[in-house]
């Protein structure tokens, strides 16, 4: 992709060479989440997509789009797990080996799913930044091509896809709520959406524990932190891009942040009340709404249910915590 600047046709181009290759998945009513948010919710189940994540649509436009003397080396990329999973898929589908770097405590299951895709996991550093500086020195060493989690056009275009899904499903959508960690989804959304019909609100839903797009928003220049926590291992990212940053600022209406009771609430209640295993990244969305930080009332609301991949022991201990709380009332 050679456009400076990421339009609508290139998304509608990353449509047309991704569409053989990932699902096109369902956009359901949540009747009992629209009751207690005063609007019309449909969950856009990404979760439900080819790895469990939207992060495949990415990856798979750009390594299609890559030339035949980027793919002779190999690809590497750096993902705490979802973007990891998507790389070694697509690599696998065109026969290009892939290295993936994901930090050491990365989910056991995302770790064992990249691998089953036939890339090479290499385990580094505590988190996604620490995971991306070893790739790029990888990368040098080896004479890789690099594929970017986030910060590249054809990444964010092939995210983007996910927008004209929702459109094409709900053309009378008033509102799209999707999580933010590096930023790569809430562009694709937004540049999508936005030139399509500028009417239509672009939300996006990031882990206080993890807010470099909100302060990079606030000082009005890309920042980042010196530490994230949070249990959404997806969106726990210290610096967003510079090309998701610039459109984040230029498309997005509001950005909003979740607390991590509210993120575990999320996943309890997507369990309880949805039969929907999410993860933590996956189900900010929807802990904004529950939490009432989004007031949209009355509208027709999308919410990118970003990824279900979450880790088994994780899971394990939210539901357990959980039934303690409920037992010593």
Not at 174 to 202: M, Q, R, Y
Request: glycine share 10%; charged share 20%; proline share 4%.
């Amino acid at each position: 992709m050679n456009r400076d600047n990421l339009d609508l046709q290139a998304i509608k181009e990353a449509r047309q060479r991704i569409t053989p290759f990932v699902h096109q998945t369902p956009l359901q009513p949540f009747r009992t989440l629209s009751e207690i948010a005063n609007c019309e919710v449909y969950l856009k189940l990404e979760n439900m997509q080819k790895t469990g994540s939207f992060k495949i649509r990415g990856a798979v436009n750009k390594i299609f789009s890559l030339t035949q003397q980027e793919m002779v080396c190999g690809v590497i990329t750096a993902s705490a797990g979802n973007h990891a999973q998507g790389v070694a898929w697509a690599a696998s589908a065109s026969g290009v080996p892939a290295t993936v770097v994901m930090p050491e405590k990365a989910p056991v299951a995302k770790v064992r799913a990249t691998e089953s895709y036939g890339a090479k996991v290499v385990l580094y550093g505590k988190n996604y930044d620490e995971a991306y500086q070893h790739a790029r020195k990888l990368q040098a060493e080896k004479n890789l091509t690099f594929i970017h989690a986030f910060d590249d056009q054809a990444i964010i275009a092939g995210q983007g896809t996910l927008a004209l899904e929702i459109l094409s499903q709900m053309y009378d959508v008033e509102a799209v709520i999707a999580p933010v960690g590096g930023g790569g989804l809430l562009s694709g959304l937004a540049v999508a959406i936005k030139e399509h019909n500028p009417k239509i609100k672009v939300i996006g839903v990031q882990a206080a524990g993890a807010p470099s797009m909100d302060k990079s928003l606030a000082c009005g220049s890309v920042h980042c932190l010196p530490e994230v926590k949070t249990i959404a291992d997806g969106i726990a990212v210290k610096q967003p891009g510079e090309l998701t940053f610039r459109y984040t600022q230029k498309y997005a209406d509001e950005l909003v942040l979740v607390e991590e009771e509210e993120l575990t609430a999320g996943i309890l209640f997507m369990l309880e009340r949805g039969k929907i295993i999410t993860e933590g990244a996956g189900v900010a969305g929807v802990a904004a709404l529950l939490a009432g930080k989004i007031k949209l009332p009355g509208q027709k609301v999308a919410v990118v249910v970003s990824g279900g991949n979450i880790d088994p022991l994780l899971l394990s201990g939210l539901i357990e915590g959980k039934y303690q709380q409920v037992v010593s009332l």
